[in-house]
């Protein structure tokens, strides 16, 4: 996995926090060994923060397969500014995982309550149609 310095920069701090997004992130600091961290220039006028303005240049760079990506405000600008990377958000993996068998779909329903709490993703209407269609 390829991965920004400045995704990286912005882990560790969020690490920092006592809540579910600093464990989170520190479980990621942790294993940051095992990623491939690149430094990239940011686009100035990108009108995104350091983190997705990287990782959009990066998957542009190295011509990446798929861009995992959770900035649902800005889903449509990081779509538009891919070249030929698939873009990927949380709710799509699950439903990828439901369909190969790999996840039961009350699971991936937890998941992504679970996911949608600690995120402030509850009035997201992307999440709320991600999870009507596990619903289905």
Known sequence: MVVPTAVITELQEIASYDDAHGQGAALVCDRTAELTVHSMTLD?????????????TLANEIDGALLLCDEFN????????????????????????????ELSPDKARSLLTEVSKDRSWGANSYVQKARSLLDE
């Open 74 to 101: 800005s889903l449509g600008l990081i779509h538009a500014s891919l070249a030929d990377t698939r873009l990927v958000t949380t709710p799509t993996l699950l439903s990828v995982l439901v369909r190969r068998g």
């Open 44 to 56: 100035s006028e990108f009108p995104l923060d350091d983190g997705e303005n990287a990782t959009v």
